[in-house]
């Protein structure tokens, strides 16, 4: 007869811990917790894979291939071949969305089982499952009101709110995150300075939508447009990302420059990372509005805008530390050792 010796696990306090509530035990809750980080970064992709999708239908001008909703089209709940190519496109868009559900309920269930283990993710990968319902109905009223771009701004933020939340997920289950209530471990001028950049990251994107509303991608030839000046509120759209671009430099520079004893470590990897991010995604707009809008640029600005929310998420949380009964802006070496990876 074999025998087995239990590893200790570690909850991220410093308690080892055995039995089935260990993130090694190989009970289903063990099971559960070693893949819920590879299904919470699935449950991100697939929700920035369905953005860039999403952006395709758009693109082609197969907005309306599926002219009504729930069913696709002629008293048929599939594309069939009088809606042709723009009727494919869209109905392999709203097939995806079976994939979301499959990938986001795997997440959840595993998040059920170790919720002892991993606790703080069940909560956001309940709102990732209960977000896809809502953006079905907010893709079928975008469809009912015939690409309404006020209608399809909305479907739009909703899949940038699902990024972030998703983006929590992921960081919650990375196997060295410590669970638990967390706070601020900077001192007061930087929170605002973090909450300022999040806040001008929601600006941008919400602009940016309105520039698309504007823009000759209107998903159907017979779409209406907002009616406002495509150049204007593009300018006013590049102006905020100047401005977001300014607040990042100094987010870097005031992480970079902390005394290490009060620097959350991933911190300044953090803000480096959205800093680099945000320049790419500049970049791309950039080029793209110089070149006449081409699709390709547009769907990849698409996917780039839900990089910019995810590693802003993750830059703003990487300032809060798990709460050790330490006042706000000393770190306890452990947090410092989680928060490396
Ligand atoms: C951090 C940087 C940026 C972010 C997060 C961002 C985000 C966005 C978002 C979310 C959209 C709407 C996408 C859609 O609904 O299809 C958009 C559209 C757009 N952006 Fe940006 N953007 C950034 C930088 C820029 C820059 C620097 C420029 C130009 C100088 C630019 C030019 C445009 C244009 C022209 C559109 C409209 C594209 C269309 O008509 O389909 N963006 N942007």
């Not at 703080?120 to 309404?148: E, H, M």
């Not at 987010?251 to 970079?256: D, E, I, M, N, Q």
Request: proline residues 7%.
């Amino acid at each position: 007869m074999g025998l087995t010796t239990a590893v200790p696990a570690t909850d991220g306090s410093g308690t080892r811990r055995r039995g089935p509530d260990a993130p090694h035990a190989g009970g289903p809750r063990g099971r559960a917790a070693r893949a819920l980080p590879g299904l919470a970064v699935a449950s991100l992709v697939a929700n920035i894979v369905i953005i860039a999708t999403g952006g395709a239908v758009r693109l082609t001008a197969s907005g309306l291939g599926c002219p009504t909703w729930p069913e696709c089209g002629g008293g048929s709940y599939v594309a069939h071949s009088e809606l042709g190519i723009h009727g494919a496109v869209e109905f392999g868009n709203r097939l995806l969305t079976f994939v979301l559900v499959a990938v986001v309920a795997a997440t959840v269930a595993a998040a059920v089982a170790a919720r002892r283990i991993r606790p703080g993710t069940l909560g956001p990968a309940v709102l990732l499952l209960a977000g896809i319902p809502v953006q079905a109905v907010i893709g079928g009223i975008t469809v009912l009101t015939k690409l309404n771009p006020w209608v399809v701004m909305v479907h739009f933020v909703a899949s940038s709110l699902l990024v972030a939340v998703g983006t929590v997920l992921v960081l919650r289950t990375r196997p060295r995150a410590v669970p638990g209530p967390r706070a601020w471990a900077v001192a007061r001028p930087l929170r605002g300075l973090a909450r300022l950049v999040g806040l001008v990251v929601a600006g941008v994107v919400y602009l940016g939508t309105i520039v698309t509303g504007s823009g000759p991608h209107a998903g159907d030839l017979a779409a209406r447009r907002t009616g406002l000046d495509p150049a204007a509120v593009g300018q006013l759209h590049a102006d905020l990302v100047m401005l977001l671009l300014g607040l990042t430099v100094g987010l870097v520079v005031a992480v970079r420059t902390l005394p290490p004893e009060h620097r959350p470590a991933g911190a300044a990897r953090a803000a480096g990372s959205l800093l680099g991010v945000e320049a790419g995604q500049s970049l791309v707009g950039a080029v793209q509005y110089a070149t006449g809008l081409p699709v390709g640029l547009v769907d990849l600005h698409l996917v780039g805008a839900a990089g910019v929310v995810a590693t802003a998420v993750w830059a703003v949380t990487a300032l809060r530390a798990p709460v050790r009964g330490r006042p706000a802006g000393q770190l306890t070496p452990e947090t410092r050792a989680a928060q490396t990876t």
